[in-house]
């Protein structure tokens, strides 16, 4: 049940980014052009990748076989 409600939430997650940086691209390319779009998706990157990087010190290890 854990495991269904996780899913469920990520995708749920994914969806409403998906239509929110379509707003967000549009507004950067009216306020910037294609230089601030850019940008904006390499900073969405650095974003996830700390979250990624800091992510992973939470999962415990496995033990070795």
Same mark, same amino acid.
């Given at each position: 049940?854990?495991?269904?409600?996780?899913?469920?939430?990520?995708?749920?997650?994914?969806?409403?980014?998906?239509?929110?940086?379509?707003?967000?691209?549009?507004?950067?390319?009216?306020?910037?052009?294609?230089?601030?779009?850019?940008?904006?998706?390499?900073?969405?990157?650095?974003?996830?990748?700390?979250? @990624?990087?800091? @992510?992973? !010190? !939470?999962?415990?290890?496995?033990?070795?076989?």
């Amino acid at each position: 049940r854990v495991r269904a409600t996780g899913v469920g939430s990520a995708a749920a997650v994914g969806r409403l980014g998906a239509i929110a940086s379509t707003y967000a691209g549009a507004a950067a390319l009216e306020a910037g052009g294609t230089r601030l779009f850019f940008w904006s998706i390499a900073l969405a990157m650095l974003v996830a990748a700390a979250a @990624l990087g800091l @992510l992973r !010190h !939470h999962i415990p290890r496995s033990p070795a076989r």
